[in-house]
């Protein structure tokens, strides 16, 4: 194995293990094959520019495919963290999709204010208590799945959440958006708490 071989070994191990497991024997096929054909220094250095770029664009994309599609949609702040706990949550029950209550589960978990606002842990635990209490069994250490998406009804909470926030999308704009679906499970323990859309 050439020196250059050895240094695309290495980097091909920036990849996700899966799609290693899948394509790295390939690929390192085609890069010995692109080596054979750069017979001078000139076009070994065009070989290598070529693939640093090539990894420079596909390893992100290959990263970015492993995550929830809502990540990539909605980017990384307050809510879509709502959103990641609520994709956990929905795993432990082992759902299809993430459903209302599971987002309902999530915002509580990304949102400390709404916590606090709730009446202290002993409060937080009885709402918890109350939403599980329909659901199913959990499952003990949840099988996370990344393409697992929203049910009709928590996409339209999440769609309405993202569109009235005047361009921010918060745990405080999800809350609005549930307690606007007025007869789920969600909006009626939230206002059970007193908790408002402004709270």
């Not at 999800?174 to 789920?184: D, G, T």
Request: charged share 25%; glycine share 6%.
């Amino acid at each position: 194995m050439t020196a250059s071989e050895r240094i695309y070994h290495l980097l091909l191990n920036a990849y996700p293990a899966r799609y290693r497991r899948e394509y790295a024997e390939s690929m390192s096929q085609l890069f010995r094959d692109q080596l054979c054909t750069a017979a001078s220094a000139g076009k070994l250095l065009q070989l290598w520019i070529r693939t640093i770029l090539d990894l420079a664009r596909t390893v992100p994309a290959r990263h970015l495919e492993r995550l929830p599609r809502y990540f990539v949609v909605y980017g990384f702040g307050q809510a879509p963290r709502a959103l990641f706990f609520a994709h956990y949550e929905a795993c432990s029950f082992s759902r299809s999709k993430i459903t209302l209550d599971d987002l309902m589960l999530g915002v509580l978990r990304a949102d400390k204010g709404l916590q606090s606002r709730l009446g202290g842990e002993a409060a937080v635990i009885d709402f918890v208590s109350r939403i599980e209490r329909t659901s199913p069994p959990r499952r003990r250490g949840p099988v996370w799945s990344v393409d697992l998406g929203l049910s009709d009804e928590c996409r339209q909470v999440v769609n309405a959440a993202k569109s009235t926030g005047q361009g921010r999308f918060t745990t405080r704009t999800l809350i609005a958006a549930i307690l606007r679906q007025e007869n789920s499970q969600a909006a009626k323990l939230l206002r059970e708490f007193g908790i408002t859309a402004d709270y």
